[in-house]
């Protein structure tokens, strides 16, 4: 079955909510988010800053130790004109740098639909009017929290959350552990477009509309974020050094490799060590986000 929902009100965590909307396993679901700064498609302050999450979305038939499968259907912008940071984070230069960072308002880009770009409007620089494709995709998504808990839409961890990752795109599959009764999927935070890493801590903050399709796999664990597209499959690690999000992604491929592939911990470990690429997520916020992929090529068929 396909849902339209329109949302009326906005989370600034994830957590144990009651949910806008019950759907079956295999439903669609096309909805709208707010930009980062609570602004609707009209550039109206609808409710307050800080990542809103449409949501959430219960999943009937989700237990905890399940998965939620969230296929991402359609990414659109909604409204033309998006705006950014325009001066990296202090913590992605040396030290010594910082100081020599300028001071800038916030960039202004507009949005061309018919031509699928984003053009720099201001501030001026030398750069002038930079004109790059949109990509849209997702900032921050997720599940409701292991414990009970309710989390800033601000960090990330084994549930989802604000993890920035320029892959989470219209024909990507996504999978999160269900941690609470229901899964209660949450969305929003949507970017026209985005460097790696959101090194400046925004990407083109834009309003969304958003198509996705979720599904349980039941009696299926797994300990953090997975995805797939046509040509690779990924697993996301939310931890703040930059050196443990690597290791919680870097293990889940381990575990999907042997679960999932039939591969031995040898041949899993073969096949990461000369095969592996790595994305770079979230820079900016609490926990740091690194993606670790193996391209689907090299995969044993089953």
């Not at 031509?115 to 620089?125: H, R, V």
């Not at 949109?134 to 292991?146: D, K, N, R, S, Y």
């Not at 958003?210 to 990924?234: H, Y």
């Amino acid at each position: 079955m396909h849902h339209q929902f329109l949302p009326t009100h906005y989370h600034l965590t994830l957590g144990p909510y009651a949910p806008v909307l019950r759907v079956q396993s295999g439903d669609s679901i096309s909805t709208t988010t707010v930009d980062a700064s609570g602004c609707d498609q009209h550039g109206v302050s609808v409710t307050p800053r800080g990542n809103p999450q449409t949501g959430p979305f219960l999943v009937e038939g989700a237990e905890p130790g399940d998965t939620l499968v969230v296929r991402i259907d359609q990414i659109r912008p909604n409204r033309d004109h998006g705006w950014a940071r325009s001066v990296v984070a202090p913590n992605v230069v040396d030290p010594t740098y910082v100081k020599q960072l300028p001071e800038a308002p916030l960039a202004d880009w507009q949005i061309n639909h018919d031509e699928g770009t984003a053009t720099l409007k201001s501030p001026l620089s030398k750069l002038g009017e930079l004109t790059i494709p949109i990509e849209p995709m997702l900032g921050c998504f997720g599940v409701a929290p292991f414990r009970q808990q309710a989390i800033s839409t601000a960090t990330s961890g084994e549930y989802g959350g604000n993890m920035d990752y320029r892959g989470f795109k219209a024909g990507t599959t996504v999978y999160f552990p269900v941690f609470e009764p229901g899964a209660l999927f949450f969305l929003g935070d949507g970017h026209a477009a985005q460097g790696d890493g959101e090194i400046a801590g925004t990407g083109i903050e834009i309003s969304m509309e958003v198509t996705v399709t979720l599904s349980v796999i039941k009696g299926k664990t797994i300990g953090w974020p997975r995805g797939e597209n046509a040509e690779f499959i990924f697993t996301v690690g939310n931890a703040r050094p930059l050196d443990q999000s690597l290791q919680h992604a870097t293990t889940e491929m381990l575990r999907w490799l042997e679960q999932d592939y039939g591969l031995d911990p040898l041949g899993a470990n073969l096949l990461l060590s000369q095969c592996v690429r790595y994305d770079l997520g979230n820079m900016f916020d609490p926990a740091y986000t690194m993606v670790c992929k193996i391209p689907k090529r090299w995969l044993p068929v089953l």
